[in-house]
Nanobody, 121 residues
Framework: QVQLVESGGGLMQPGGSLRLSCAASGFTFSGYCMSWVRQAPGKGLEWVAGIINDGSITYYSDSVKGRFTIARDNAKNTLYLQMNSLKSEDTAVYYC??????????????WGQGTQVTVSS
């Protein structure tokens, strides 16, 4: 049974940092690309970052490029999102997702339950 469990969210002041983790189980983690996706209050899903199976190539949305870093530890079956220079507009529920046949979110076949990140002074 595939499980993705996020952790690390919380309340942070603007300019601060947080690191999210996503523990994966039930599938061969090292064989799949992974993504982080977020949903701000009252808005739709927004793709944030992606990483290929061996971690050697990463992708970012323009809104987080230069501030967020996606990484993975295949030995620990864990995906990470390091978030620096946080802004109020980063407030959202953050989900990790297993990428399916394409990078389009409609192909993502498994999602975590999400972790809330709130950026506020």
């Amino acid at each position: 049974q595939v499980q993705l469990v996020e952790s690390g969210g919380g309340l942070m002041q603007p300019g601060g940092s947080l690191r999210l983790s996503c523990a994966a189980s039930g599938f061969t983690f090292s064989g799949y690309c992974m993504s982080w996706v977020r949903q701000a209050p009252g808005k739709g899903l927004e793709w944030v970052a992606g990483i290929i199976n061996d971690g050697s190539i990463t992708y970012y949305s323009d809104s987080v490029k230069g501030r967020f870093t996606i990484a993975r530890d295949n030995a620990k079956n864990t995906l990470y999102l390091q978030m620096n220079s946080l802004k109020s507009e980063d407030t959202a529920v953050y989900y990790c997702a297993k990428v399916g046949s394409s990078w389009q979110m409609s192909s993502y076949d498994y999602w975590g339950q999400g972790t809330q990140v709130t950026v506020s002074s």
